[in-house]
T-cell receptor, first 115, second 114 residues
């Protein structure tokens, strides 16, 4: 299993440009998440999905959009990049049942700089 | 609402010394608690988790943590630090319902001196 994969690893954007961060998992997990990590801070939840076709906002959703058309893929879209979106982005997935507490598996991250 | 506080953004120990990284949580219901490690330029890897089965939880690489409800703490310890333990450590909490996402502390960077 590849686990959770993310592309690209690095990207530099100009203000106002758009891009899509790709995330895929091959573990058939139902839950998927996007987090961002700013320097000296913990990760903050941007969006999450509990299954194909179902997405919802996290703590810091402004400026982002997501879709979940398949179980495997959960892309994150930035429409009008701003310097405040300079961050490291992590995708994660987990299998959640009636009880929580299951491990989240993280991708290697995408380092995004907006200039 | 849930939250996590990690005391000490940087901790430095000598190789072979005890490692103690502190985590306190706030939650209105019994939480699930996690410790993750992040090596430079990598994603997060689970060290251990508490899911109410046992208050003393053992994880990978000889790390362990004890859940203390009265102190709302979940401190991470390792008896003897190794150079390879140098990394950033995150404590996180999640709930049984809803998004089941992780709420992270701000992290503690562990430095191991030779």
């Amino acid at each position: 299993n590849a686990g959770v994969t993310q592309t690209p690893k690095f990207r530099i954007l100009k203000i106002g440009q758009s891009m899509t961060l790709q995330c895929a998992q091959d573990m058939n997990h139902n839950y998927m998440y996007w987090y961002r990590q700013d320097p000296g801070m913990g990760l903050k939840l941007i969006y999450y999905s509990v299954g194909a076709g179902i997405t919802d906002k996290g703590e810091v959703p402004n400026g982002y959009n997501v879709s979940r058309s398949t179980t495997e893929d959960f892309p994150l879209r930035l429409e009008l990049a701003a310097p405040s979106q300079t961050s490291v982005y992590f995708c994660a997935s987990s299998q959640q049942g009636n009880l929580g507490g299951n491990e989240q598996f993280f991708g290697p991250g995408t380092r995004l700089t907006v200039l | 609402a849930q939250s996590v506080t990690q005391l000490g953004s940087h901790v430095s120990v000598s190789e072979g010394a005890l490692v103690l990284l502190r985590c306190n949580y706030s939650s209105s219901v019994p939480p699930y608690l996690f410790w993750y490690v992040q090596y430079p330029n990598q994603g997060l890897q689970l060290l251990l988790k508490y899911t109410s089965a046992a208050t003393l939880v053992k994880g990978i690489n000889d790390f362990e943590a004890e859940f203390k409800k009265s102190e709302t703490s979940f401190h991470l310890t390792k008896p003897s630090a190794h150079m390879s333990d140098a990394a950033e450590y995150f404590c996180a909490v999640s709930m049984d319902t809803g998004r089941r996402a992780l709420t992270f502390g701000s992290g503690t960077r562990l430095q191991v001196q030779p």
